[in-house]
C-alpha cells in the first residue's frame, strides 16, 4: 500500500511540473508535441505574409458572433453558427478553440464547413484538443496563425480585437512579452478591445485540463485592468459564464458540439458606447 501510495505521489508531482514547464504543456494527460513559444515563433512567420486584417464598415454598430469547443466531426450546429451569423450580417465570427478533436480528418471536415470569406469572416484561435493527435501542424496548415488581430473600424472610431493561444494551457514567455507590447503600444489608439482565446482564466469547472499557471494568470488579469480590455471571451469549461474585474468582462461560451444538451454561442453587438452581449442557445 505504501509503494503505491509513493507512486502515486511521484505521479501527480511529475505532472505538475510539466504542467508549468513551456517544454511540457499539459492537456489533460496528453504532453503538447509543440511548446507554446514553439506555436507562436511559426505564428509569427504566418503573420509576416498574412498582415493583420483591417475591416472597414459603413455604420457606428455592428455584430460579431462568437463560438467555441464544436469538436467538429458533426457539424450542424456549426452550420447553425454559420449560417446565422451570415444571415445577421455579422462582421466576422470568432471561434475560440476546441474546433475539432484534433485529428486530420475533423480538421479538413471543418475547414469544408467554413464559408467563403466574401460572406462571412472567421477568426480561428486553437484549443488543447485541436492539438491531440499532432493537431497543430493540421492547425497551422489549414487555418494558419493562433496568434494574431485583427481591427475593425466604423467611420468614428476603431476597435481591437486580440487572438491568443492558450491551448496548452500558458501563453509562454514569447507570446506573453508579445501581448504586452499590443497593449503598450496599440491599446490607447483604439476604442474597445476585445481578447479572445480558448482557455478561460476564471476556471468554473476544475479539471486536471490545461489549467493556467496562476502567475501568468495574475499578470494577464493586471494587464486587462490595466489597459483597459472590455472583455475576454473563451470556451474551454462547456458551460457559459460571466464575470468581471475591474472595467473587464470574462465571458465563457458554452459548447457548440452536436449532441450538447446546453450548446450554444454568443453574439456581440458593439456600438460607440458598448459592447453588449447575448448568450443563444439552440434547441
Not at 30 to 59: C, G, T, V
Request: proline share 3%; glycine share 6%.
Amino acid at each position: 500500500m505504501a509503494i503505491r501510495l509513493k507512486k502515486s505521489v511521484f505521479i501527480i508531482i511529475l505532472l505538475l511540473a510539466f504542467s508549468s514547464c513551456e517544454k511540457f504543456e499539459m492537456r489533460g494527460f496528453f504532453l503538447s508535441y509543440e511548446s507554446a513559444n514553439i506555436r507562436f515563433e511559426q505564428s509569427m512567420e504566418w503573420n509576416k505574409d498574412h498582415p493583420f486584417m483591417e475591416i472597414d464598415i459603413e455604420a457606428e454598430e455592428y455584430t460579431i458572433f462568437a463560438m467555441s469547443d464544436s469538436h467538429s466531426g458533426g457539424t450542424v450546429n456549426l452550420n447553425f453558427f454559420l449560417d446565422e451569423a451570415v444571415a445577421e450580417g455579422a462582421v466576422a465570427a470568432l471561434m475560440a478553440g476546441d474546433l475539432t478533436t484534433g485529428h486530420a480528418e475533423d480538421y479538413r471536415v471543418f475547414k469544408d464547413h467554413l464559408p467563403d470569406p466574401d460572406s462571412l469572416l472567421c477568426f480561428p484561435v486553437v484549443g488543447n484538443h485541436d492539438l491531440y493527435f499532432d493537431g497543430w501542424k493540421q492547425f497551422y496548415s489549414l487555418l494558419g496563425s493562433s496568434t494574431y488581430l485583427f481591427t475593425v473600424s466604423t467611420p468614428q472610431a476603431a476597435d481591437l480585437f486580440i487572438c491568443l493561444d492558450t491551448g496548452g494551457g500558458t501563453l509562454g514567455s514569447d507570446q506573453l512579452a508579445w501581448l504586452k507590447d499590443v497593449l503598450q503600444t496599440r491599446r490607447s489608439s483604439y476604442r474597445h478591445c476585445i481578447i479572445f482565446t480558448h482557455n478561460n482564466l476564471f476556471r468554473i469547472r476544475h479539471t486536471a485540463s490545461t489549467n493556467p499557471p496562476v502567475e501568468e494568470l495574475r499578470v494577464l488579469t493586471d494587464l486587462c485592468v490595466r489597459h483597459n480590455i472590455n472583455m475576454v471571451l473563451s470556451g474551454h469549461d462547456h458551460k457559459k459564464n460571466e464575470a468581471a474585474l475591474g472595467n473587464t468582462v470574462h465571458i465563457t461560451m458554452d459548447a457548440l458540439q452536436d449532441g450538447y444538451k446546453d450548446a450554444g454561442y454568443l453574439v456581440l453587438d458593439i456600438g460607440p458606447d458598448r459592447v453588449a452581449h447575448e448568450f443563444v442557445q439552440l434547441q
